[in-house]
């Protein structure tokens, strides 16, 4: 069974044609081209699929599509204004934070949501941020350098 | 350039990579990502059972179902006999297994193995379709392990197959695919004279690759037959002649695009969904993308690495100097024989020099899923055990562990495990490098549970195979690289140093690509430490190859001869006072209708860039919940050059993040009847951010003559001493032994109470 699925994603208004059983990261992918939210599990383990949801970090994976009608969903190419990264993507090129990639959408909207939150985490808080994302490739160091740069990048820009 | 000392301007620096910002806005293309007009959906059929002899195939209902335009199973494909060897690597391949690893035929050797396939207009219908395929099964006897594979009344999962390696003295066990020895001296006399002896026998569990990405593609033919892939793999070639071969198409009619490459670590060589996704889109004439499921790349869909029963033994005399190594290396083939293990073998002993050594490896076939290479394949299996128990012989003779190693560490010369001398090797500088470092020479810190710190060596022989590359100019005189390697750990990066560094131009003025199999020329695949390596020495000398026809064109130019011509930076200069100059932006401009600009490098047989290395670790013990947590790991690592050195401590954390997972928790449950009970990323529990510390990295440089750049080998060996170098701290801390792996919570407080009840 076919459904309109009403709401915003990226501060754009979007309708979308979408199958009942369809998740909110089908949606996403399959109905709107938005590829840049990754699965690499479909059951909410592996947190490649997070995106921010009335800006809470959920796994897309997780969610029906129906669910997000009426919702602000902000996925991994909203995160950029234009042609300017958000400090937590620059952070993570300069610091090496990212190796094959797949993963990275994820942990770019999960420390996004933690920075609004929290602006001056402790390491111990950003793993816990990030407990979610499983990234293969890094062993996680460099990731969590950048997030602690950023993360003083963006104070310096409020300053 | 290459060759000279002369400080370099971008070749070692710490640069972002060049496809980051791709990366972190979500823009980076993997095949999962890609949509064609008329694309539809290829789903596979597997198999419930581990073991079972195929009756019967009725694909009547699903092809009638709405929506589904094509079914496959076996009988669409040709049959590939076993020995049809493909080239690949050093020694080929042989497609009988790709053939049996993308869809069984007659019978079922693993749970998951392809069984049939659907193509459908959505994902939904495919589903459906596969439900609606009937097969009858006959259910054999599943064979779950080793001991019950080569029980002397194990059924034979391959009745047709000879093990090799055996001859009329040695009886082979059941199962077995093949055996291997490298032996030299007398080990036996060696034991009976030795003061000491350190000795460890080791169960390891099957652990998977884990990488994030499912193995995913698509695949298109045109109306000429001609087929276009886009993949996620480690060798485009190598997916090419597999995909060709399996499918009885030419080599030259399919094209192999490869995109982004989310994880792979040895499980993307092989073909696995390729072939079918291409028979399916010459049925339905729509193109069709597959996409596994995690459950499928966990179940059977993909080759998980192999688990081992490892035994060794090793004799030293009062000094501490030793005198014998004795090993024997089973390794779990899974449902496909042909593991192979003398490189394993060989990579356990190679750090230490020794007069007698017996070492003996078989591979034995059992019902779980074919394993595939990963990271270092067998590497960190085979230190597990012998690094342990060169720690068990330190503790045996007191001797610090360091010490100890430092009476035997390999040197420059000294005798390889197959008797060829070692090539410039750095063990010795790496023990004093540890000697002097904080995290040995520092007391651990104190704490109120038990806490150890390990140490242990690890090498890695990588190959070299061939690679190569070609460099245009474009009409603004940038170089534009294109590498007939896919790139899988930032070659992209590394290779714009190289070839802004062979050019003298900024990073930013070069470009790189990873060519597709018809516009690159034949390279191996990404696997074996060799892509840096050996696509340095290629895109190097394809650098040098476009510059001196550069020069020609600047000699006319400039009226001056080539031998007159001075180049640096971007310009070529007349030698003589008042002379002109051009730089490539004016000479391209003016010559680029004279014709193309095509540089050719080939690296084929470079010497081998050995990798070695030893990691530290102190870890802490729970003894009440079996739990360890890392406080502190250091990795040395001779990397002989780093191009970049932020991708090389890239390569070496990752490698120690999953090595500490195998060593921790990354253990796969298999039932008796081959279900495997721990499939998701939830029950397989791979490291977190909150598991893991900080991974710090020593980087030696001892450079590999004769090779460009001097580079080493970087990704496999620092996986190799990660699950010894825990071990070790382990049994420091709390003095117990551990010799399965992973070392979970449970099976230490296993060994705790064991060790009470004594």
Known sequence: MKTVVTFEVNGEPREALADTRDTLLELLRDRLGLTGTKEGCSNGNCGSCTVLVDGEPVCACLVFGGEVEGAKVLTIEGVAASNTMHPVQAALIKYGGTQCGFCTSGIVLSAVALLRRNPQPTDHEIRHAIAGNICRCTGYGKIVEAIKAAAVDLQEARL | ?758
């Open chain 2, 1 to 758: 350039m290459t060759t000279t000392e002369a400080p370099m301007k971008v070749v070692g620096k710490r640069l972002p990579r060049v496809d980051a910002g791709e990366r972190v806005t979500g823009r980076a293309t993997y095949p999962a990502d890609l949509t064609r007009p008329g694309l539809v959906v290829g789903r596979i059929k597997r198999s419930p059972h581990a073991h079972a002899r195929i009756v019967s195939i009725d694909t009547t209902k699903a092809s009638a179902l709405k929506g589904v335009l094509a079914v496959v199973t076996a009988s669409d494909f040709p049959v590939i006999e076993p020995g049809t060897i493909i080239p690949f690597g050093e020694t080929g391949a042989d497609a009988w297994v790709s053939a049996l690893t993308v869809i069984a035929r007659d019978r079922v050797m693993w749970r998951g193995q392809p069984i049939a396939a659907v193509a459908a207009t959505d994902a939904y219908i495919a589903a459906a379709a596969l439900d609606l395929i009937d097969v009858a099964y006959e259910v054999l006897p599943a064979m779950m392990d080793i001991e019950a594979a080569s029980a002397r009344d194990a059924l034979l999962i391959h009745p047709a197959m000879k093990p090799k390696g055996f001859d009329a003295s040695i009886l082979a066990p059941r199962n077995a695919g093949g055996r291997t020895v490298i032996e030299r001296g007398d080990v036996a006399a060696a034991f009976a004279s030795a003061t000491a002896i350190g000795a460890i026998k080791t169960v390891i569990d099957t652990a998977h690759q884990g990488y994030i990405e499912p193995h995913a593609c698509v695949a298109e033919a045109d109306a000429t037959g001609f087929v276009t892939l886009w993949v996620s793999t480690q060798g485009a070639f190598q997916t090419e002649i597999q995909t060709a071969v399996l499918l009885g198409l030419s080599h030259s009619k399919i094209k192999v695009i490869p995109l982004e490459v989310g994880g792979a670590f040895g499980g993307k060589i092989t073909v696995h969904v390729e072939p079918i996704a291409v028979r399916l889109a010459q049925i339905c004439g729509r193109p069709v993308k597959i996409v596994m499921s995690r459950d499928e790349v966990m179940s059977g869909g993909s080759g998980p690495a192999a688990a081992a029963r490892i035994d060794v033994r090793i004799g030293a005399d009062a000094e501490g100097k030793l005198t014998a190594i004795e090993g024997r290396y089973v390794f779990d083939s899974g449902g496909i024989p042909g593991t192979p293990t003398t490189l394993l073998m060989q990579a356990s002993a190679a750090p230490y020099q020794c007069a007698n050594l017996y070492l003996e490896g078989f591979d034995i076939t059992t019902n779980k899923p074919r394993t595939e290479a990963y990271r270092g394949p067998g590497g960190i299996q085979a230190a597990f055990a012998m690094e342990q128990a060169v720690d068990e012989l330190a503790l045996t003779l007191d001797i610090d562990p360091l010490a100890l190693r430092r009476r035997n560490l390999a040197v420059t010369g000294s005798l390889m495990p197959i008797g060829t001398p070692f090539p410039s090797i750095g063990l010795t500088t790496i023990a004093e490098r540890i000697a002097a470092h904080a995290c040995w020479r520092e007391p651990i810190e104190p704490g109120r549970l038990p806490r150890g710190r390990g140490l242990a060596f690890g090498y890695w022989r990588g190959t070299s195979m061939t690679s190569a590359a070609h460099v245009t100019i474009a009409g603004d005189g940038r170089p534009m690289v294109t590498m007939g390697s896919v790139d899988i750990s930032g070659t992209r990066t590394t290779m714009a140093q190289v070839a802004a560094e062979e050019f003298g131009l900024a990073i930013d003025d070069v470009h790189v690509a990873m060519g597709d199999t018809k516009s690159a020329g034949y390279s191996d695949a990404a696997a074996g430490s060799r892509v840096g390596r050996t696509m340095a020495a290629a895109v190097s000398q394809a650098c040098q190859d476009a510059l001196g026809q550069l020069r020609v064109r600047a000699a006319a130019k400039l009226q001056s001869s080539t031998d007159a011509l001075t180049y640096a930076s971007g310009v070529f200069r007349t030698s003589g006072h008042g002379g002109g100059s051009i730089n490539l932006f004016d000479l391209m401009r003016s010559t680029l209708t004279e014709g193309a600009i095509v540089g050719r490098g080939v690296s084929t047989k470079l010497p081998l860039g050995v990798e070695a290395g030893a990691h530290v670790c102190d870890v802490e013990v729970d003894p009440e919940t079996g739990q360890v947590t890392i406080l502190r790991y250091t990795a040395f690592q001779d990397v002989g050059r780093a191009l970049n050195p932020v991708a090389v401590e890239g390569q070496i954390e990752g490698s120690v993040s999953q090595g500490l997972g195998w060593a921790l928790t990354e253990g796969f449950d298999y039932a008796a009847d081959g279900r495997l009970r721990n499939a998701s990323l939830l029950d397989y529990r791979m490291p977190t951010a909150l598991d893991l510390p900080q991974i710090d990295c020593v980087l030696i440089e001892t450079p590999v003559p004769d090779v460009p750049y001097g580079v080493r080998g970087v990704a496999e060996m620092p996986i190799v001493p990660v699950a010894a170098v825990v071990g070790n701290a382990i049994r420091r801390a709390i003095g117990i032994r551990m010799t399965q792996m992973p070392m979970t919570p449970e099976r230490i407080v296993g060994e705790l109470k064991a060790a009470r009840r004594c």
